[in-house]
């Protein structure tokens, strides 16, 4: 997108925070919580903090990366109140992700696109 960019983070627009973003259907858990448990470390190990996991490698790159744009879609689905903001964004970016890894902006970027796209076909 083009600046002024809604900032998805901590420090800018915390409902856009995967530390902040809770889904109600997956026991109020945010989707940080919920992405970093989801992964699968070399030694087996799943289901850990993410605090344990942040920024490491698993095994399971490609469900993962699917399985963070899911919870954000949930996330929206269960906020409809945040997709006209998001709409009406003209960028998006997180000051804390790195070229390579999951990045809510990149999701909610690709979602924003998604909505965009739904309208012009109805």
């Given at each position: 997108?083009?600046?002024?960019?809604?900032?998805c983070?901590?420090?800018?627009?915390?409902?856009?925070?995967?530390?902040?973003?809770?889904?109600?259907a997956?026991?109020?858990?945010?989707?940080?919580?919920?992405?970093?448990?989801?992964?699968?470390?070399?030694?087996?190990?799943?289901?850990?903090?993410?605090?344990?996991?942040?920024?490491?490698?698993?095994?399971?790159?490609?469900?993962?990366?699917k399985?963070?744009?899911?919870?954000?879609?949930e996330?929206?689905?269960?906020?409809?109140?945040?997709?006209?903001?998001?709409?009406?964004?003209?960028?998006?970016?997180?000051?804390?992700?790195?070229?390579?890894?999951?990045?809510?902006?990149?999701?909610?970027w690709?979602?924003?696109?998604?909505?965009?796209?739904?309208?012009?076909?109805?």
């Amino acid at each position: 997108g083009i600046p002024p960019y809604l900032e998805c983070s901590s420090k800018g627009d915390y409902r856009f925070s995967a530390f902040f973003a809770r889904i109600k259907a997956r026991g109020n858990k945010s989707i940080e919580v919920l992405y970093q448990a989801a992964k699968i470390m070399p030694d087996g190990r799943t289901g850990l903090t993410w605090k344990e996991v942040k920024g490491k490698w698993c095994t399971n790159p490609e469900f993962c990366k699917k399985f963070y744009h899911q919870l954000w879609e949930e996330y929206l689905k269960e906020n409809p109140d945040l997709v006209p903001i998001l709409l009406n964004a003209t960028g998006v970016s997180d000051m804390f992700g790195k070229k390579g890894s999951n990045c809510q902006a990149t999701s909610l970027w690709k979602i924003r696109q998604d909505y965009l796209d739904k309208q012009k076909v109805f």
